[in-house]
């Protein structure tokens, strides 16, 4: 096709320093590429990627409320369409080598997600800030905002995401929004939860903590070790501290490298990781748990049968957080329209989420995903078990830009609840098209 890139050798190795040095880089080791600059970089380089993205549903409407569409069926942060174009993700990143044995990166955020949505409102923000300290052998050293240790699907660079929508339970489990902890809220005493009105969402952390962390990793022949370790806080920027009490976050990893190196290598990969954090709500700290296990397999990056393979399985106790059933209207009860957290010990959640990927030829990859939610298999009258299989094509035009589309088919199970409510809105739950070009600079 006339209208693709031709690169030669040197174009190629200049295009895979550029995402090794920001955190778009197709490879397993995260910790490598978003904790540190190549050694070759300068003091001084910018990056960056904007996502322009559509979203399609047919907006059913929920039976029994027949004049409102369930948010299940609208597009998020805002939740007013079901279907629209935004622009989710536009980030623009500083980054380089301050010397041999220090390097720093600085991110803003200027997309439509949920990082910037503050209080309901467009608040773009700082998204990566730290200063990485190689001087000890084995333990590097890095301060500021941080990506925390946590799934491997948390900590992967967008570039490398096959799909627009992420698995459910990342979304939910993972992705941690914050809420103001000096606020009084209303307690459901029915079902244990506080009412959190959507205005007084403080954004989410799009997985990244304030802390310290300790972290390197190790190589023996093809088999290469990587630990990381930190100490943070729990909150935002945005939000600021949400915790008197630190947050821990923990990830360990072995690879078995069968091929190249940087950015597009190929290995096996198994991880497991864990988090704990105390955030506070109404002048109580509540025990927040998560922890989880995955494998990848990936081989061929942009090559014809290139594959990959990913399964992740993740756990959660205390802090769940279950998002507004419809946002705010006349007529609705306030536990329709405000999110319910439930934040005691005794509170679980669990889910998996299994991926593989074809490239047919070199510039177009299939992709086929399937994940499972339990939230709150522990409160019956509460459960919600969300199902999504996801179907994807993906055409590179070369390593830094892509057009996705990916078709969603979901169900939402309400497996113990008589309320009449929860069960109309499960049988309205839409499938959904998603559509997205990846640029990065």
């Known amino acids: 096709m006339k209208f693709i890139y031709r690169y030669s050798r040197n174009n190629y190795r200049l295009v895979a320093i550029m995402l090794a040095a920001s955190p778009l880089a197709h490879a397993a080791n995260w910790f490598e590429l978003q904790g540190i600059s190549p050694t070759n970089a300068a003091l001084f380089g910018i ?37 629209t174009a935004s622009i989710l993700r536009a980030r623009i990143m500083f980054r380089g080598n301050i010397n041999p044995h220090m390097s720093y990166l600085l991110g803003g955020e200027f997309g439509s997600n949920g990082i910037t949505n503050v209080r309901g409102n467009y608040q773009p923000g700082l998204i990566d800030g730290h200063v990485t300290f190689s001087y000890i052998s084995g333990a590097r050293v ?53 009412l959190i009105s959507g205005q007084q969402n403080l954004g989410n952390n799009g997985f990244r903590y304030p802390g310290v962390m300790l972290f390197d990793w190790f190589r023996n022949g093809p088999w290469e ?23 821990y976050a923990a990830r360990l990893q072995e690879a078995y490298i069968l091929g190249g190196k940087g950015p597009f290598r190929s290995d096996i990969q198994a991880g497991v990781w864990y988090q704990h954090a105390r955030p506070e709500l109404d002048g109580h700290g509540y025990s927040m748990t998560r922890y989880g296990v995955d494998i990848q397999y990936l081989q061929g990056y942009m090559h ?9 399985y993740i756990r959660g106790s205390g802090w769940i957080s279950a998002s ?11 536990p329709l ?15 998996y989420m299994v991926e593989g990927g074809l490239f047919l030829t070199k510039h177009i990859e299939a992709n086929l995903r399937y994940d499972y939610y339990n939230r709150l ?22 390593p830094m830009t892509k057009i996705m ?15 009449a409510v929860a069960n109309s809105i499960a049988d309205a739950v839409d499938n959904e098209l998603a559509m997205q070009a990846m640029i990065s600079f």
């Not at 806080?233 to 915790?243: E, F, L, N, R």
């Not at 019956?380 to 094509?393: S, V």
């Open 377 to 398: 298999p522990n409160n019956p009258t509460q459960q919600r078990i969300f199902k999504t299989w996801a179907i994807g094509l993906q055409y590179y035009f070369n």
């Open 324 to 334: 507004s059933a419809f946002s705010h209207a006349p007529g609705l009860a306030p």
């Open 47 to 83: 990056s960056g990627f904007i996502e322009p993205s559509l979203y399609a549903q047919s907006g059913q409407k929920d039976a029994l409320e027949r004049v409102y569409v369930p948010n299940i069926n609208r597009i998020a942060p805002n939740y007013t369409q079901s279907t």
């Open 304 to 312: 014809q049968w290139g594959r990959q393979l990913r399964f992740q």
């Open 225 to 247: 070790f990587t630990y990381g370790g930190m100490v943070g806080m729990y909150g935002t920027v945005a939000a600021g501290s949400q915790s008197r009490s630190p947050l």
């Open 142 to 194: 890095e301060m500021g905002l941080i990506r925390a240790p946590s799934a491997e699907g948390a900590m992967r660079g967008y570039m490398t995401l096959n799909f627009v929508q992420s698995s459910t339970v990342i979304g939910q489990l993972m992705q941690q929004p914050m809420y103001d902890s000096g606020r009084a809220y209303t307690l459901n005493k029915s079902v244990n939860a506080y």
């Open 337 to 351: 329209t405000e999110t319910q957290l439930y934040p005691g010990g005794e509170n679980k959640a669990n889910g």
């Open 405 to 419: 589309a990916g078709y969603y088919f979901r169900t939402l199970g309400v497996p113990h609840q008589p309320n």
